[in-house]
């Protein structure tokens, strides 16, 4: 049986394709410093090579990267599937999603003192992700 994809599930699919292009972009800056990146001011720069940049060793952009890929994943899978598991994970991963970002924007203003506009961009594509899935109808029987 084949279903139709909605353009709510449609513009998460996408939002999350362009959060793992951008998380890739970043990786890619992260483990090469010698590279400068293309900001709109210094504070990229400042940000992805401070030490919140990393947690366990591991640049920030790395779970960027694989926060979106699991959310594809999910959202791949949810709309094969009519499990109730699958939404309860999409909802909770773009919560714990959201609230890190929220806790990143604090570092940044608070504790880095430095705007990265790469870094906003990312935080604009999960708010607009959450914000799509709170406006997309809700299917009976999901």
């Known amino acids: 049986m084949t279903k139709k994809i909605d353009n709510y599930n449609l513009i998460l699919f996408v939002l999350t394709f362009l959060g ?3 998380s890739a972009y970043l990786w890619y800056f992260q483990v090469n410093p010698d590279q400068n990146i293309p900001c709109t001011n210094d504070g990229c720069g400042h940000i992805l090579s401070s030490p919140y940049s990393f947690i366990f060793g591991i640049p920030m952009a790395v779970y960027g990267f694989f926060f979106y ?5 999910l959202l791949f899978q ?6 109730k598991i699958l939404e309860i994970l999409v909802k909770l991963t773009l919560l714990a999603g959201l609230l890190f970002s929220l806790y990143l924007r604090y570092l940044e ?9 790469w870094c906003w961009v990312s935080f604009m594509i999960v708010l607009a992700m959450c914000t799509t899935y709170i406006l997309s109808p809700k299917k009976s029987g999901k």
């Open 78 to 83: 949810r709309f094969f599937s009519k499990e």
């Open 20 to 22: 793992i292009a951008l």
């Open 69 to 73: 890929a699991f959310l594809e994943t």
């Open 109 to 117: 203003f608070f504790k880095i003192g430095s705007i990265c506009a």
